[in-house]
């Protein structure tokens, strides 16, 4: 028989009430408070490679940091994340080597579903979020469930990040809107070709 877990991480509705998630999620909880108590960062990042699935040699991250299981991140040589970086991890986070992260980024792969009845039930599942070498976010970036991103990505401040095609191409930028309203005037810009500074918020670059 599956278990939910094994249902959870593949992206299948699942019930985050198991028991044996429960207990994850609780030693999990203890490896946080630890780090986020630890002062040293070097014994921090001890912590993080005892408690994720898998580190590099080389890490730094200030906290605070939170996440749900820890177990199901995996993060790549050389990784950088200022303040307050929220990992939520029903299912697998995977990060390339030389990442940057500003402060106040998120990666949330957690979904819950639409119909009100389903979702009043307690059943939840998520995507998987990866991400490759030499990524680079600003300040307060959201990266959400599903999204696949190549190597050499800039995100800047503020930018959320969802699961959808690139809807603007131009200079190999890729941008990600946050509402509907705004992609007219964007697509205007590209075909006039623009100078695009003002719009920095709005995009995740890509070299």
């Not at 697509?187 to 070299?207: C, D, H």
């Amino acid at each position: 028989m599956t278990s939910e877990y094994q249902k959870m991480i593949a992206g299948e509705p699942y019930r985050p009430s198991d028991p044996e998630l429960r207990v994850l999620a609780q030693a999990s909880r203890q490896k946080q408070a630890a780090f986020n108590k630890e002062e040293d960062p070097l014994k921090g990042a001890d912590i993080i490679k005892t408690w994720f699935g898998s580190t590099g040699q080389n890490l730094y991250v200030n906290p605070r940091l939170v996440v749900d299981y820890g177990v199901n991140i995996h993060l790549g040589e050389n990784f950088y994340s200022n303040w307050n970086l929220t990992m939520l991890d029903v299912c697998p986070i995977r990060i390339g080597n030389n990442a940057m992260l500003g402060p106040n980024c998120q990666f949330l792969t957690p979904l819950h579903p639409l119909d009100p009845h389903e979702r009043n039930s307690g059943v939840e599942y998520g995507k998987p979020i990866t991400i490759g070498d030499n990524f680079w976010a600003g300040g307060g970036v959201i990266v959400l469930s599903g999204v696949t991103l190549g190597n050499n990505v800039v995100a800047g401040a503020g930018a959320p990040i969802p699961m959808r095609k690139p809807l603007f191409r131009y200079h190999q930028c890729v941008s990600f809107f946050r509402s509907d309203g705004l992609r007219a005037l964007y697509q205007w810009v590209a075909e006039m070709k623009k100078p695009i500074k003002f719009l920095n918020r709005f995009f995740a670059y890509s070299t």
